[in-house]
């Protein structure tokens, strides 16, 4: 898939599989699709995550979630490759420290 950008990832708070939080930017035809609803769905199925979908005002949806590396990488390969609804034409990531505060995975 073209366009997709990987920020921060080197400096993964623990790429080791410990709890991160995963935030990322999907470009595309992704409103209005069920891709909010998708990526929860698929969330739920990884298990382990927590966060939400959004939509955004300039047409992406921002993901965060928060949980094992391991579950977030998951959910991020599916977000890139995993046979989303509609299209996706990139995605940008950020890594960081889980702020918790989520209950379930939710689609805002």
Request: proline letters at 5%.
């Amino acid at each position: 898939m073209n366009g997709s950008a990987r920020t921060g990832h080197q400096d993964d708070p623990d790429a080791s599989g410990g709890p991160v939080r995963l935030t990322a930017w999907v470009r595309g035809r992704v409103q209005g699709v069920g891709f909010r609803w998708w990526t929860r769905a698929r969330a739920l199925e990884i298990g382990g995550l927590t966060g939400f979908a959004s939509n955004l005002d300039d047409g992406r949806v921002q993901v965060v979630a928060e949980g094992p590396h391991d579950a977030c990488e998951r959910l991020l390969t599916s977000l890139r490759e995993g046979g989303t609804p509609g299209r996706v034409d990139g995605v940008t990531e950020m890594w960081g420290t889980p702020r918790g505060g989520y209950e379930g995975f939710a689609e805002r």
